[in-house]
Nanobody
Framework: QPQFVESGGDWVQAGGSLRLSCAGSGKIYGEDALGWYRQAPGKQRELVAA???????NYADTVKGRFTIYKGNAKNTVYLQMNDLKPEDTAVYYC?????????????WGQGTQVTVSS
């Protein structure tokens, strides 16, 4: 089962930017999507953005135009550039692999990285 290590979370003021990094290990199929998910306190985990093996992307409506997902040069690495952060972006961010829609994943959930946006 694939495993992931996320990093880059921090505390920022509204309007600020962060870049999250994720490194995956284990058996990850090249055609599958790598995705970023987040979970805010008291809420369900949700897809933020995903990128497929051939580069197609999918973004949650709430982050379109502000966040950009892209793959790194190293195998199974993925980044999330987050601009114009809002307090509602506060959450623990995780990455995983599965479908581009984010409806199914097959990796283990890591510890995530905390993003806190203050108003």
């Amino acid at each position: 089962q694939p495993q992931f290590v996320e990093s880059g979370g921090d505390w920022v003021q509204a309007g600020g930017s962060l870049r999250l990094s994720c490194a995956g290990s284990g058996k990850i199929y090249g055609e599958d999507a790598l995705g970023w998910y987040r979970q805010a306190p008291g809420k369900q985990r949700e897809l933020v953005a995903a990128i497929s093996g051939n580069g197609n992307t999918n973004y949650a409506d709430t982050v379109k135009g502000r966040f950009t997902i892209y793959k790194g040069n190293a195998k199974n690495t993925v980044y999330l550039q987050m601009n114009d952060l809002k307090p509602e972006d506060t959450a623990v961010y995780y990455c995983n692999t599965g479908t581009l829609s984010g409806s199914w994943v097959y990796g283990s959930w890591g510890q995530g990285t905390q993003v806190t946006v203050s108003s």
